[in-house]
């Protein structure tokens, strides 16, 4: 076999994919109701109006979401309960979800994306620094952090307070 043939072959191959390809989308789609002789009514498509409003109503209330936060730090870590690094991945997750959910649910606020940030370690001697850096709006954008230590295991839990431009 030459190389022209090859190469011929070679392009063929592809182009009976396609072919096939767009034929089974057409039947299927004849088959699910998609085609072109649908019965299904498109919904209208609703265009709103842009608001041109670029900074939140209300503020974020910091000492409000700290709180609840403590709260919920107290709530789901108990303290007699030893540090095992197989449960603490899915009380990091737990703990996330249920933050989030409760400011969502609690303190409703419009125009702000909350970022939530959980660390459990285990307690020993040692030290545990826990930072971060953003490059943000000073005037809405805010961040609540909250820490709860036990005897065995230390958490910070760190909520981002992000207003949406």
Not at 60 to 81: N, P, S, T, Y
Not at 121 to 135: A, F, G, L, W, Y
Request: aromatic letters at 6%; a positive charge.
């Amino acid at each position: 076999m030459d190389l022209a043939s090859r190469r011929k072959s070679q392009a063929v191959a592809p182009m009976m994919g396609l072919i096939a390809a767009k034929r089974m989308s057409r039947h299927w789609a004849s088959r699910i109701g998609a085609g072109r002789n649908s019965s299904v009514i498109a919904a209208p498509i609703v265009k709103l109006e842009n608001s041109y409003r670029l900074e939140p109503k209300a503020k974020f209330d910091v000492k409000a979401a700290r709180d609840i936060v403590q709260e919920l730090l107290a709530e789901h870590l108990d303290d007699a309960a030893p540090y095992n690094p197989r449960t603490a991945v899915m009380l990091t997750k737990t703990l996330t979800d249920s933050i989030k959910n409760r400011l969502k649910g609690d303190m409703y606020f419009d125009r702000y994306r909350l970022i939530v940030y959980v660390t459990i370690s285990e307690k020993r001697d040692q030290s545990m620094v826990v930072s971060s850096r953003c490059i943000w709006n000073d005037r809405f954008d805010t961040s609540v952090t909250a820490s709860h230590c036990g005897k065995t295991m230390a958490c910070v839990a760190t909520v981002f307070a992000v207003s949406l431009e």
